[in-house]
């Protein structure tokens, strides 16, 4: 990650300068420092992470102030839960403490994307072009975004981007069909199979170095909100599986083999390997 001397924020406490910002952001124990640091640091693609931050504690606030009277016990979950659901709510709260109300107001966020979007940040550019694929009404121009999608994240190989937006890059949506492609073969969106490929990105950034472990957004909510409390997104992952249809762990397994194509197609820069064998 670049550095220069005019940099006046210090790195999140307990983190080292040299980590990766993905690193930073799962590893960081106070999201206000790391967005302070981040907004120092947009050529590596942080402003992207601040503004993951900023929504990871917005949601985190909604789900404190809601839970808080009920959480010491709730008959609808099992009791087992409790004590993991309280390590969660623990951790976001303290997480996201240093934050004021304004700070995280609908203002502060359109504020910091303006930032990231002045200072051209790599990450949000491609949630700009994310946000503006229209695939029916311009299917040329969905391409074209598409492919710059998958592109930066063959450039910057990072977790957030292959998480975040690999999964609609690799969809061909159109008024006919919508298909996931991988390796020459079309995969539908909505079967058995689609389900496995979308879980197969989720691993793959996952094993790009994201955060998957039991401080990942997915897995503190759904531990507080339904008491579903896992040690990781993957036995997450295992468990939406299972309820989808899943019954003997086989969907898992393909999950993670998708997963492994994948990553190593974004390795080797192959755009063909998400899009219709020619």
Known sequence: MATSKAVTVAPPS??????????????TKDMRAFVAYAKQHPESGALAYALKSLQ??????????????????????????????QRSFDYLQYLCQGFSADELSDEAVKSLREEAIQKADPFVKVSTLATGISTLKDPQGAALAKNQIMQAIFAYKDPLLVSDYGINASNDKTSTGSNFFLNGKSYPVFSDEGIIIHA????????????????????????????????????????????????????YERAVSYARQIIDAIHRGDLQAFRPKQ
């Open 14 to 27: 307990q983190m080292p300068a040299e980590a990766g910002v993905a690193q930073m952001y799962a590893q």
């Open 56 to 85: 990871k504690c917005r949601v985190s606030k909604e789900i404190l102030i809601r839970d808080k009277a009920n959480l010491q016990f709730d008959q609808k979950f099992p009791s087992e839960h409790f004590s993991a659901r």
């Open 200 to 251: 197969a990105w989720r691993l793959a950034a996952c094993e790009m170095g994201g955060d998957c472990s039991a401080t990942n957004e997915d897995v503190i909510t759904a531990c507080i909100a339904f008491a579903r409390c896992h040690t990781s997104l993957a036995a997450l992952i295992k468990e939406d599986l299972m309820n989808a249809g899943d019954k003997n762990g086989l969907w």
